[in-house]
């Protein structure tokens, strides 16, 4: 009897450790589960969709401040193609103005203010002038906000009588605002800015 008491003990132990094993397994299972989980979604919030002629493409995303350069340029160059690509327009001029106005503060807005009050857009109305600009280069410079910056452009004169170009040197700050907007994609703005050179380089006659 003692015998078979003794077998059912040892039994009730082995049932014991392998209960213990198994519900180890298991919560090591579940961690493990988890763990991948928490990868995959890592994964899925690193990729980016991007629909391009009606298909689906997957592109990588990346820390921003890797990017940050590239994004600071592309920022300054739109503001400066709004301001500067003028057309023969009152409406049109406003028009881009306004779209440059949302990337900038007050000291953009001062000199919208003061080439309108020289007469500078009407001379571009009443000439006929359609104006474009071409960014050349944009200098940074900087390791922390705001990031200060220069900017060299080539504008395109186009009137009936010939073209003309000139050299365009422009100086300013960007501050992060850290808010994304339609009008403001890049969440930057451009501050202090102030037009450093504005002169005729060439002239071709038509």
Avoid at 14 to 23: D, E, G, N, P, Y
Avoid at 115 to 141: M, W
Avoid at 187 to 192: H, P, S, V, Y
């Amino acid at each position: 009897m003692f015998t078979h008491l003794k077998n059912i003990d040892t039994a009730f132990k082995h049932i014991r450790q392998f209960s213990i094993w198994l519900t180890v397994a298991n919560l090591l299972s579940i961690l493990f589960f988890i763990y991948k989980s928490g990868l995959a979604g890592a994964e899925a919030r690193n990729r980016v969709y991007i629909l391009h002629n009606g298909r689906l493409l997957e592109a990588g995303a990346s820390e921003r401040r890797a990017n940050l350069p590239v994004e600071l340029r592309d920022h300054i160059k739109n503001f400066h193609e709004a301001f500067f690509d003028l057309s023969p327009d009152d409406k049109a001029i406003q028009s881009n103005v306004s779209r440059s106005l949302y990337l900038a503060d007050e000291s953009a807005k001062r000199q919208y203010d003061n080439l309108r009050e020289s007469g500078y857009y009407n001379n571009l109305i009443s000439a006929n002038i359609s104006q474009e600009l071409t960014v050349d280069s944009i200098r940074l410079e900087g390791n922390d906000w705001p990031f200060t910056f220069a900017c060299y452009a080539t504008e395109k004169l186009v009137r009936s009588s010939g073209t003309a170009y000139r050299r365009l040197v422009t100086r300013g700050q960007v501050r992060n605002i850290s808010i994304q907007t339609d009008n403001n994609p890049h969440g930057f703005l451009i501050q202090n800015w102030e037009i450093l050179s504005n002169r005729d380089t060439t002239l071709q006659s038509h």
